[in-house]
């Protein structure tokens, strides 16, 4: 085991005298990625104003979004278009003020206002998305890990929460391609969700398909109809449905989607009339322009994966190569997504990030995806391999595989 | 006076038989302003990509803005561009979460978010924007008012509120071309809102600079350089600056804007981090290509001018033509901005606009620019000329005529 450490710290020695820069923390797309929706910098040209019918969409109105847009993405998304409303660039805006409002007004079915309730809390599927839980932090909104498995969350741990706990108002859940995970929700979960009594009235899942098209490999995997789930089992209000284009077209210039029963959308429109006298219908109209239809989205998505999915199989490559003798470390191998999660060592995944980033190569900090960044194993490493060149990912995956074998090294002769 | 209110009587009915189907209620541009702004519809181009520093535009991130275009904004709003944001398409949704953000966090130099407080209040200059006033009651901010002038808000009535009331936490204003007075806010009104003392340390005045550049005559009116005035008096962090494109490019797809002391805005970008990756940068860059800088900005609205100011004329004609005679009616002749405040016999101001729907002509509700929608006097009528045609405007200004006299005809013998 000493010779096993003083090679690990040669290597490592060796890789931050390299004088790498790198970068595996967020998901973002590469520029070339970006490239492929280039024709919504000339849309929608004056010719195109025609292509929609209703009011000007360079005008104020419209608060709904386009039908056409919605015509797109409803079927995608699993919600009929007279529920689904598409709204600005961000659903992380939308997800969050999906929150205050509940907060502040209460949702369908609330007694209350949430903020007038003693307590209020949301479970957290974990590993899962850091920018959910700073949300829930930011509102004073108590965070309840679950564990998250390869089928979705722990079911039988999420159903003895809601069903006790009153205070329990909602749930965090990617249901597709998870970040970070990769997980699917199956159908058979997402009706235990569906059909789970809860002690809250006003219970929510927030349904983030955020990766619902993402597709890295020939399956085209469907998520589970969880509108429809819900509405069978009689809480037809319990999931508020949340997607985008952000990883689709542009990640800073695309429509976000909010979906739900009649009533919550009903709900959330009479809220957003107060903020907004419409979302931008001119970025929706190059949108429908550009996609056409569902099937425009699906080409769009495989032209993504080819140039992200060889980078996956490089992560997929050297992870074997280099820890695949280590029985400590294991990875997920997604089939769609962004992301992959790397679960080193108990005890050490702070250390690896630490010693990344000493090797200059940029990695989530370590906990970022679990509440309150706490990851009671201290074993979990979110990779991000989509925004940095095929060269640089594979540099990178050396790099924190020598640091995955020198932290486990240090570790076990601590 | 019999034979006055049958005359009008006899017009109103021969106005009704007329069918006609009108429209002055909302400041909406008129197609022809938005094709003035027609080259956004296919910018920025691939080209115009590398037209800004920084990163991919398309891309995640620069939750600031594009600096190009605050460059462009920031001197005609007097706001430093390090201490300007430009943000999303709308000013409504901004002023919305600098309030919601007042009240679950506090803002700086708060002693508890606002919502922990036993009441809050925000004085309304009244008449004033609809809008402000419907955030301030769905967010159970009461409401206070005070009377607007053409100088603007009463600064005596104002300073004695805020001087003993530890809930009044702020106030609405418009400074420029005011919805719907056209008020004008002088560089005295602006010093004592500046100085005057506050029992609320976080006293904060809306600023919503809609109308900065929107002049109707040749003079262009400055707005007083209200965070120079609150910096020069200590209280630096007193204005929350608001503005946007909305009636400059596109009503629905321009750009908003938000300005502050470095805390101000420091504390605003900390909030917005938790709900946006950062605004639509892609559209941002539209605006820097088409508007290029200050004197492109005026030359737009100049163009605006020439075709609005005409609607304006038509209004005042048709006015003084018809209730010039009347000497209960008055209303206003504005340099800028997008209304005309019609002040009709008190207690008639309901009856009229009822009569107007009936004949066809579509009006806002009276009271809408009171708080509450309480026109003590029930006299106030506000009219948005700019988007109906010229034709347009002057048969509903005929038609609103006769149902402003005959209500006062049938005021006067009740």
């Not at 509940?102 to 079915?109: A, D, F, N, Q, S």
């Not at 890295?216 to 319990?238: F, K, M, Q, S």
């Not at 630490?354 to 074993?379: C, N, V």
């Amino acid at each position: 085991m000493g010779a096993l450490r003083s090679e690990q710290q040669t290597a490592y020695d060796g890789l931050v005298a390299s004088g790498l820069a790198l970068d595996l923390t967020r998901g973002k797309p590469a520029p070339e990625q970006l490239d492929l929706s280039n024709a919504l910098l000339t849309l929608p040209g004056v010719d195109g104003l025609g292509a929609v019918a209703g009011p000007d969409v360079r005008n104020y109105g419209g608060l709904q979004g386009l039908r056409e847009l919605r015509e797109i993405f409803g079927p995608l998304l699993r919600v009929p278009v007279d529920q689904l409303v598409a709204a600005g660039n961000a659903s992380l805006t939308l997800m969050h003020d999906l929150l205050v409002q509940c907060l502040l007004h209460g949702t369908v079915g609330s007694e209350r206002p949430w903020s007038q309730e003693p307590r209020v809390r949301f479970l957290c599927p974990a590993p899962g998305y850091d920018r959910h839980f700073a949300v829930c932090e930011q509102l004073g909104i108590e965070m309840v890990p679950v564990p998250m498995r390869e089928d979705g969350p722990d079911t039988a741990a999420v159903a003895a929460l809601v069903a006790e706990d009153p205070s329990v108002k909602g749930m965090w859940l990617v249901p597709t391609y998870a970040n970070p995970t990769g997980s699917v929700v199956t159908e058979e979960v997402a009706r235990a969700l569906a059909e789970m009594p809860t002690a809250a009235p006003d219970f929510r899942i927030i349904w983030d398909n955020a990766y619902a098209v993402h597709h890295l490999t020939d399956v085209e995997t469907p998520t589970a109809d969880v509108l429809g789930l819900c509405a069978a089992a009689g809480n037809a209000d319990r999931a508020f449905v949340v997607a985008s284009t952000s990883k689709i077209t542009f990640a800073g210039a695309g429509v976000c989607f909010f979906g739900g029963s009649a009533a919550n959308v009903a709900w959330w429109l009479r809220q957003l009339a107060f903020q907004s006298i419409g979302p931008d219908k001119v970025n929706q109209l190059r949108h429908v322009l550009f996609l056409r239809d569902a099937d425009g989205v699906r080409a769009l998505m495989a032209a993504h994966r080819a140039l992200i999915a060889p980078k996956f199989a490089i992560v997929a490559e050297v992870l074997e190569a280099r820890l695949g003798p280590l029985k400590a470390a294991s990875w997920t191998d997604p089939a769609g997504g962004y992301f992959v999660s790397l679960d080193v060592l108990d005890g050490t995944a702070a250390r690896v990030v630490s010693l990344a980033k000493g090797a200059g190569i940029a990695m989530t900090p370590a906990g970022s995806a679990f509440p309150y960044r706490d990851d009671p194993d201290d074993r979990n490493i979110r990779i991000a391999p989509t925004f940095p060149s095929e060269a640089d990912v594979r540099a990178a995956m050396e790099g924190l595989s020598t640091c995955v074998l020198l932290a486990a090294a240090e570790h076990l002769l601590a």
